[in-house]
């Protein structure tokens, strides 16, 4: 049931991630992009992380996916054409590069042995809800980069007003 | 059974995607979407990572990168839409203003 569920999202996740990179109007790339996601933040249950799937929901497919829709519609780039030119060796140099990768990072990840380190087991976790251990740890050991992160924050809601005010 | 491998090579392919748009895409919103999705791919390899070696911290780092990200799109449209305003384009040819 659970290698079913798995196959299903992934497909559902890499099916819609090459629609993201291959279809050509920005709208298609979008909405594909937000299913992409949904697809990921089923993973993200699957992996019991439930915390990080409905921030993945709210965050990206809520808010960074608007953010995105609305920039399209304000540059109004359904209506900008790219004029074909020799794309092809981009095409054939992003490819090449991709199987590369992907040819480099699979025996690797193959090759890896989980054993279980830390205090999170299986049975553990079904115990504890994961947002309290999560918060628990990002209020303990990680507050300094938690604080760092609101500075970063607000240093990128700065920048963007700056960047986009009309001068 | 699921293991740790399928979520690492899932993810593998997911990031390779990602590179492949960021590659060969011209349209400047398109690229900042791929690299989401190189984003996202990590996102998956640090909670798969958390899954299976029994510890919280894969899921903090997650978090983080998600800010980093929502960080990164903000700034990073804002300079699409000004350079739009600017050079009236946003194919990532036509934008030399920092190519020798």
New interface residues.
């Given amino acids: 049931m659970e290698a079913l569920i798995f196959y299903v999202l992934a497909a559902i996740t890499v099916v819609s991630a090459f629609c993201v990179v291959l279809l050509r109007r920005p709208i298609h790339n979008v909405l594909f992009m937000i299913l992409m996601m949904i697809g990921l933040a089923g993973l993200f249950i699957l992996l019991q992380a439930e915390f990080v799937a409905m921030v993945q929901l709210i965050v990206y497919a809520g808010a960074v996916m608007v953010l995105f829709l609305f920039v399209i519609m304000l540059l109004n780039l359904e209506s900008l054409s790219f004029p074909d030119d020799p794309r092809a060796v981009r095409w054939w140099g992003g490819m090449v590069l991709a199987l590369g990768l992907l040819v480099l990072l699979i025996p690797v990840f193959k090759a890896f042995v989980p054993h279980v380190v830390g205090t999170l087991t299986q049975q553990n976790s079904s115990v504890l809800s994961n947002t309290q251990v999560i918060a628990k740890e990002l209020f303990t050991t990680y507050l300094l980069p938690f604080e760092i992160a609101s500075v970063l924050l607000l240093a990128a809601i700065i920048g963007a007003v700056v960047l986009a005010r009309r001068r | 059974?699921?293991t740790?491998?399928?979520?690492?090579?899932?993810s593998?392919?997911?990031?390779?995607?990602?590179?492949?748009?960021?590659?060969?895409?011209?349209?400047l919103?398109?690229i900042?979407?791929?690299l989401?999705?190189m984003l996202?791919a990590v996102?998956?390899t640090f909670?798969?990572?958390?899954?299976?070696?029994?510890?919280?911290?894969g899921?903090?780092f997650?978090?983080?990168v998600?800010?980093?990200?929502?960080?990164?799109?903000?700034?990073g449209?804002?300079?699409?839409?000004?350079i739009?305003r600017l050079e009236g384009?946003?194919?990532v040819?036509d934008i030399d203003l920092m190519k020798w």
């Fill in positions: 059974m699921v740790l491998q399928h979520y690492l090579i899932l593998a392919i997911l990031f390779a995607v990602g590179v492949m748009g960021v590659m060969f895409r011209r349209n919103i398109v900042l979407m791929s989401e999705l996202n996102n998956l909670i798969a990572f958390s899954r299976y070696l029994g510890s919280i911290e899921q903090i997650a978090l983080f998600m800010v980093v990200a929502a960080a990164e799109v903000a700034v449209l804002a300079i699409a839409v000004a739009f384009t946003v194919d040819n």
